[in-house]
């Protein structure tokens, strides 16, 4: 399974909202259990990825609530209603629907 | 909370053979996976498989089957990954995590293993 991140690269203010879009090239619901296996994984420089978001739309412990998470099937959208110096980094989309998981291309977000 | 301690960086000539080490303190794999994900330098992540201890159960990646092996050793909560025949496109980052249903809940600091002659 394809996974297309957009944008690659996301300039954003502090204090400004963002959005990260992820495609994949087949749907990730799941009908037999309602779930769509898309996770939303922050990689800070010089960190190993952390867990964002996880089955779409469920945040993970510890993870603000500036974080936010939605979509099904074939579309996805992370958001960030306010961007914070701290959220500087590599963000990836990850599907677990088939094995082996693959990863979307990652979108770079820097503070203007 | 388990955390995953990962063997120190390598460099290895083309060819040769590389194994890394992913040590849980705090706790044991239990029936999570122990499962790898590298990352060229400069570019995404890509996950390579993982193996379960408690079930001797390992799998891989299509790109990586046959040069690519998983063992653990439950007496000392570790977990291991070797590459043979490494070629400069193996030049990486490598991280262990332990995860159930592709869902890690604990990461290693990754290592990095240069391939250079």
């Known amino acids: 399974i394809v996974m297309t991140q957009t944008p690659l690269s996301l300039p954003v203010t502090p204090g400004e909202p963002a959005s990260i879009s992820c495609r994949s090239s087949?749907?990730?619901?799941?009908?037999?259990?309602?779930?769509?296996?898309l996770d939303w994984y922050l990689q800070k420089p010089g960190q190993s990825p952390q867990l964002l978001i996880y089955t779409a739309s469920y945040r993970a412990s510890g993870v603000p609530e500036r974080f936010s998470g939605s979509g099904s099937g074939t579309d996805f959208t992370l958001k960030i209603s306010r961007v914070e110096a701290e959220d500087v980094g590599v963000y990836y989309c990850?599907?677990?629907?088939?094995?082996?998981?693959?990863f979307g291309q990652g979108t770079k977000l820097e503070i203007k | 909370q388990v955390q995953l301690v990962q063997s120190g960086a390598e460099v290895k000539k083309p060819g040769s053979s590389v194994k890394v080490s992913c040590k849980a303190s705090?706790?044991?794999?239990?029936?999570?996976?122990v499962s790898w994900v590298r990352q060229a330098p400069g570019q995404g992540l890509e996950w390579m498989g993982g193996?379960?201890?408690?079930?001797?159960?390992?799998t891989y990646a299509q790109k990586f089957e046959g040069r690519v092996t998983f063992t653990a050793d439950e007496s000392t909560s570790t977990g291991y990954m070797e590459i043979i025949g490494l070629t400069s496109d193996d030049t990486a980052v490598y991280f262990c995590?332990?995860?159930?249903?592709?869902?890690?809940?604990?990461w290693g600091q990754g290592t990095l293993v240069t391939v250079s002659s």
């Open positions: 705090g706790g044991t794999f239990g029936n999570y996976s």
């Open positions: 193996l379960i201890p408690l079930f001797h159960i390992d």
């Open positions: 990850v599907q677990r629907i088939d094995f082996p998981p693959t």
């Open positions: 087949e749907s990730l619901f799941d009908s037999d259990d309602g779930i769509s296996y």
């Open positions: 995590m332990r995860e159930r249903g592709g869902l890690p809940d604990s």
